[in-house]
């Protein structure tokens, strides 16, 4: 039994870890570098105003993550309706997007354009699907893919869109609504397998009352109860090893101050890059060079409090607008009306996705402000004398950068970091994925449970080898592939051997077998032949089945007569196995084209939502 756990960083990851192993009885401390809980998933809060960095959706399909939320905030916990639009050139248009508001906002002639590049996207799609320009454009043509899609992401990525792969639109979209979607084709529209009414994590999604940093308060506030601490203002600069163990780690308060933290189990939520800087000694030059060449994408946000209760009703708006900066605007007291302190006022959040190196990361909050006022003025969203007052947060490394050799560098620092076992790394970018909360989360609570000797993968949460969990609901239950999900009460992580979606396209279009038909064709048409053939002669007659003497006109030779019979049912079985045959392989290759249809068009309307 261990004597106790150290887990560095108190945002969602570390934290739900220290939950976890203080419910498996372990005792931890958390060290944290800011003054606050939460990282990234924080709510700042400025003279009564209440904000995130950026907008916090809490919505999983991991039903374990689900009972948490509940379990720490309980009523707190809202559920809130979702409205969220594009901005592009003067004119919002509905997200996720919908074909006809679409076309009515551009207008006729860049709508006729639009079906011309859509129609000629699908006549004449782009035979290589490798970056995300032509995974695009392959479903919604090229004059949409520019307009929906382009400057967003290269806003937010700040690579070009032929330079990301499209794996990231793929995997994105993958547990999305691919499979509900191709469920409703099959289903109809809005039922699930159960015929339960499924309501879209899209029309709404759970929200704590004050913004997401109460949910990591009262996290924190739990932990502290059962005697866990959370210790802040330390920041961790160094993981002392030896032998393959990690000892302790030093860290160092802001006045300089040293402070060293011995434990049996170690649990990292910082970042990986770092992470593995930090290590002492150092490990081998391939593996600090893989952690030096990871990227992060920074964020900065400008809030701007404005004397008006009403601006717009989203709770976010997606700028497109490639004559401004900004790339997404937060209205924050559209997500709990509590986010402000009076309902006369609003606080806007204007979000801008930066690296460090930009000249804009440098610039005077002051000089930010003006910038915000001056875009919002542009876009018409609010006049600059509305505006009362503004600050700004910067956000080093909020995106992990899924550059074309990330994958390759995160497997060497994997496989180095297997060399010590008692040293786990959590969350978002210590995996250097792009999770969510809830997955973030998820890493936590394995790691704490392999401390307890459990075997769980913290690297294949959210990647193509999904977990289970994903679509547990009760107890116990079989998936769709037949796999137990649950052990005790314990969730059991297992690989899906093969993509759901397609499984149900399978499922529902069972193949017909050809030469099976064909026999059972074959036996009936020969037998029924040779029988009809005999039955008339054997009735007699002057002449002896005149009507089905005709069929030697397909079946040459054939004739009513006691030798006739036998080439009957030759010639017959033959002709009945080859009729089964081609109606099995007609059938096949139709229902191959109906579900390759219901796959693209599924794909397609998943990929509405990609923005997310
Ligand atoms: C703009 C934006 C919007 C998002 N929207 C959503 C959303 O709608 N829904 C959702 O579920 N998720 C959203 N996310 C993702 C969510 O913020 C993350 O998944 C989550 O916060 C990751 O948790 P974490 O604990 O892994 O990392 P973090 O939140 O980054 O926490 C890591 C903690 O470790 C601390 N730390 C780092 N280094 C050290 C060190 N050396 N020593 C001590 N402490 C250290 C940090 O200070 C921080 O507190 C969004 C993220 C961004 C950037």
């Not at 009885?25 to 995130?52: C, N, P």
């Not at 290269?154 to 990231?168: L, R, T």
């Not at 989203?314 to 900004?326: C, F, G, R």
């Not at 004398?385 to 050799?405: L, W």
Request: with cysteine; charged share 25%; aromatic share 10%.
């Amino acid at each position: 039994m261990s004597s106790g756990a150290l887990v560095i960083g108190a945002g969602p990851a570390g934290l739900t870890s220290a939950y976890e192993l203080a419910k498996l009885g372990i005792s931890s401390t958390i060290i944290e570098a800011d003054e606050q809980v939460g990282g990234l998933s924080r709510t700042v809060s400025y003279k009564g105003y209440r904000f995130d960095i950026g907008g916090h959706r809490f919505f999983s399909k991991v039903p374990l993550i689900n009972e948490l939320w509940r379990e720490m905030l309980s009523e707190d916990f809202l559920l809130r309706p979702r409205l969220s639009r594009i901005h592009y050139r003067g004119h919002f248009f509905d997200y996720p997007l919908k074909a006809a508001n679409a076309l009515a906002g551009l207008g006729p002639i860049e709508a006729f354009l639009v079906m011309l590049s859509y129609s000629k996207a699908k006549m004449f799609p782009s035979a290589e699907e490798t970056n995300l320009e032509q995974w695009v454009s392959n479903r919604f043509g090229q004059r949409l893919y520019e307009i929906f899609f382009k400057t967003y992401t290269e806003k937010v990525w700040g690579i070009p869109c032929n330079e990301i792969s499209a794996d990231w639109a793929a995997q994105r979209i993958k547990n999305l609504s691919l499979k509900e979607a191709i469920r409703n084709a099959l289903l109809g529209a809005g039922k699930s397998a159960e015929g339960e009414v499924i309501t879209t994590l899209i029309e709404q999604f759970h929200y704590p009352r004050l913004g997401p940093g109460m949910m990591w308060d009262c996290c924190k506030d739990l932990l502290a109860e059962k005697g866990n601490e959370t210790v802040h203002g330390i920041k961790v600069d160094k993981i002392r090893h030896r032998k393959g163990r990690v000892e302790s780690v030093v860290g160092h308060r802001s006045n300089g101050e040293r402070v060293e933290f011995d434990a049996d189990h170690f649990i990292s939520s910082m970042p990986l890059r770092r992470l593995i800087q930090s290590l002492d000694p150092l490990p081998p030059d391939e593996v600090l060079a893989a952690a030096n060449s990871l990227r992060y994408r920074d964020y900065l946000t400008v809030v701007l409090m404005a004397k008006r209760e009403d601006v717009f009703p989203d709770n976010w708006i997606y700028i497109h607008s490639p004559e401004v900066k900004m790339g997404r605007i937060q209205n924050y007291k559209n997500w709990s009306p509590e986010m402000v302190p009076d309902q006369s006022r609003s606080s806007l959040g204007l979000e801008y996705f930066l690296w460090q190196q930009d000249e804009e990361w440098t610039w005077s909050n002051d000089r930010l402000i003006d910038l915000g006022i001056k875009e919002c003025a542009q876009i018409g969203l609010v006049e600059p004398d509305e505006i009362e007052d503004g600050t700004v947060v910067r956000m080093k490394k909020a995106y992990p950068v899924y550059d074309h050799n990330y994958n390759d560098r995160v497997d060497i620092i994997r496989n180095y970091l297997e060399t010590l076992p008692n040293l786990q790394t959590i969350g978002r970018n210590g995996l250097h994925r792009y999770n969510n909360q809830d997955h973030s989360m998820l890493t936590g609570v394995y790691a704490a449970r392999n401390v307890v000797g459990e075997k769980n993968d913290v690297w294949a949460v959210n990647t193509e080898q999904d977990y289970h969990e994903e679509v547990r609901s009760s107890e116990t239950e079989k998936s769709s592939t037949g796999y137990t999900k649950t052990m005790g009460d314990r969730a059991v992580p297992m690989p899906i051997v093969q993509d759901e979606a397609d499984q149900i396209i399978q499922t529902a279009f069972a193949r017909l077998d050809g030469v099976a038909l064909g026999v059972a064709l074959g036996v009936v048409i020969g037998v029924g032949l040779f029988l009809a053939t005999m039955i008339l002669l054997l009735k007699g007659g002057e002449f002896v089945g005149p009507r089905l003497g005709l069929l030697r006109n397909f079946l040459p030779g054939y004739e009513v007569t006691w030798g006739g019979s036998l080439i009957g049912l030759a010639e017959g079985s033959l002709l009945g196995f080859g009729l089964g045959f081609f109606i099995a392989s007609l059938r096949n290759w139709g229902m191959m084209a109906y579900a390759y249809l219901l796959r693209r068009r599924a794909e397609t309307e998943a990929a509405k939502n990609v923005l997310d």
